[in-house]
C-alpha cells in the first residue's frame, strides 16, 4: 500500500474549511432571577417542576457559591422537597429563616 500524498491537490479541489466558533457556557443557571447579583446579599432560585433529591441538588450548588451573610430563596413545588430541603440544609450548617406555603408553592429562605 502507498501512501498518498494530499498536498499537492488543486484549490478547486479542496472542501471549504469551515470555522466553528464556540460560545462561553452560561455560568448562571437560567433558573435564578434578575435580581440575583454578585454584590446582592438576597438571590433566588426557582425549583418549581424540579424534583427530590434534583432540587437540593442545585440548592447546595448555589448556597456553595454564595459568600456567608447572603439569603438564598428557594421556590419550590415539591412537596418532598419541602420537608427535605431544610433538614439537609441544617445538617450542612446553613440557617432555615423561612418556610412558607403559598397557594401554588413553597418558599424557603436559607441564610449562608
Known amino acids: 500500500?502507498?501512501?498518498?500524498?494530499?498536498?499537492?491537490r488543486s484549490a478547486a479541489n479542496k472542501a471549504p474549511q469551515r470555522s466553528i466558533q464556540h460560545s462561553a457556557p452560561d455560568t448562571e443557571?437560567?433558573?435564578l432571577s434578575p435580581q440575583d447579583s454578585e454584590l446582592s446579599?438576597?438571590?433566588?432560585?426557582?425549583?418549581?417542576g424540579v424534583k427530590c433529591p434534583l432540587n437540593w441538588a442545585r440548592a447546595k450548588v448555589r448556597l456553595e457559591q454564595l459568600a456567608p451573610g447572603t439569603?438564598?430563596?428557594?421556590v419550590l413545588d415539591d412537596a418532598k422537597g419541602?420537608?427535605?430541603?431544610?433538614?439537609?440544609?441544617?445538617?450542612?450548617g446553613y440557617v432555615i429563616a423561612t418556610v412558607e406555603q403559598r397557594p401554588t408553592d413553597w418558599r424557603i429562605v436559607i441564610l449562608t
Open 1 to 8: 500500500m502507498s501512501a498518498r500524498n494530499y498536498s499537492n
Open 29 to 31: 443557571s437560567p433558573a
Open 41 to 48: 446579599t438576597q438571590h433566588s432560585l426557582d425549583l418549581r
Open 71 to 74: 439569603e438564598l430563596e428557594l
Open 82 to 92: 419541602v420537608r427535605d430541603i431544610p433538614r439537609a440544609a441544617e445538617a450542612a
